[in-house]
Structure formats: C-alpha cells, structure tokens
C-alpha cells in the first residue's frame, strides 16, 4: 500500500502530461484544418472572379489562376526547357490561427528590381528542389504559369496546394526571410505570387 502511494504522483504527473500533450495536439490539428479552410476559401472566390483566367496544369494536378497586371512585348515562347530571368514575390492569403508571422499578405519570398539582378533559372527547375532554394519555393504552380507568359509579363498568379507544396509543410530558409518572420509554409497553402518575367535566354 505505501508503494502504491509512494508512487502516486509520478503516476498522476504521466496522466496530466499525456492529457496535456493530446491537448496540445487536438489544438494544432484545429488550426490546420482552419487553414486549410480559409485557404480553400479564398482560391474558390478566385476561381468566381472574372479577373481572372484558369490555367489547366498538364499533370492534371489542378489549375492555377492569374490576372495579367501587365503586358509585355516579347513574342518568343518560355518552354519547358528555356531558361528564364525574373522577379518573383509570394505571399499568404489568409491567417494561420495563433501565429502572427503567418498573416493574410505577409511576404515569405521576395526577388525584386530593388534586389539587384533578377533571378535566372531553368523553367523546369521551378518547383522542384535543386541547390538553389528560390526555384523550389516559387512552385509547380508557378512553372505552369511561366510557359504562358512572355517577356515583359507582370502576372498575379494563384496556386493551390496541390500545385504548390502539397501536404506538407515547407520550410524557409532563414537568408530568404528575416529571422523574426515566417519560417515555414504550412501544409495545404494557396499561394498568390507576382512574377515578372524580364528575359527568356532560350
């Protein structure tokens, strides 16, 4: 009888942090899934704005949709074996419950004019993950939209998880953004970015 007793708190502490834990877990699990609502959410009110048009992915993935801000007057056509110059940011479209870095609008990716030189890369690089971060980041959404421009192209494109990074969160690296501002994309993200195609090398 004294063991048991002796014994008492230890047990009642596993007990209160299992509870804890599954508290902990039920609660995250929560803010995803109103996540991944909210996310839904705003691609449909795109999908319903005449602003904008769908582009098919030919992987049968889904579609993205984009609004041209501006229009080039390059003729040659971005295939998927060009190499293409660009400006690109991304950004979120709605608030991850409980996390302030994670906000409608925020910024996780910026290459910009005021950056310097623009970013080069091969247009079936985007999406993947190679040794250069950037081109991961910018999706498979993004690749899609890339062989519809041409040079001089501003396009606001949105892209659906299942043509961005899909299931799983997705980490930043810390030289993309600030150490104090987002350092992950979560799971189930609708992204919207602003590519700028500046050069089409091939």
């Keep these: 009888m004294k063991r048991t007793l002796h014994l008492l708190p230890s047990l009642l502490f596993v007990v209160a942090v299992l509870v804890a834990a599954t ?10 899934e109103r ?17 904008y048009t769908e582009i098919k992915s030919p992987g049968h993935e889904g579609s993205i949709y984009y609004k041209e801000l501006k229009k080039g007057t390059g003729t040659k056509p971005i295939l998927f074996t060009s190499t293409v ?25 910026s290459w910009l004019e005021a950056d310097g030189v623009p970013f080069t890369t091969l247009v079936s690089s985007v999406g993947k993950v190679p040794k250069d971060y950037r081109a991961h980041i910018l999706t498979n959404g993004v690749r899609v939209a890339l062989q519809y421009m041409h040079e001089g192209d501003r396009w606001e494109v949105w892209v659906p998880y299942t043509l961005g990074l899909g299931e ?17 994309i979560p799971a189930y993200s ?13």
């Excluded at 508290?23 to 995803?32: I, L, Q, R, T, V």
């Excluded at 959410?41 to 795109?46: E, K, L, R, T």
């Excluded at 799983?168 to 150490?179: E, I, K, Q, R």
């Design 23 to 32: 508290a902990c877990s039920k609660s995250e699990d929560d803010s995803a």
């Design 190 to 202: 609708t992204l919207v970015f602003e590519i700028e195609v500046v050069g089409v090398h091939s």
């Design 85 to 109: 110059s660009l400006y690109a940011r991304g950004r979120f479209v709605a608030d991850y419950p409980d996390n302030k870095y994670i906000r409608q609008g925020t910024v996780f990716q």
């Design 168 to 184: 799983n969160d997705g980490s930043l690296f810390v030289n993309v953004m600030p150490s104090s501002s987002a350092t992950k």
């Design 35 to 51: 996540w991944r609502t909210a996310n839904d959410a705003a691609f449909a009110a795109i999908k319903r704005d005449a602003a």
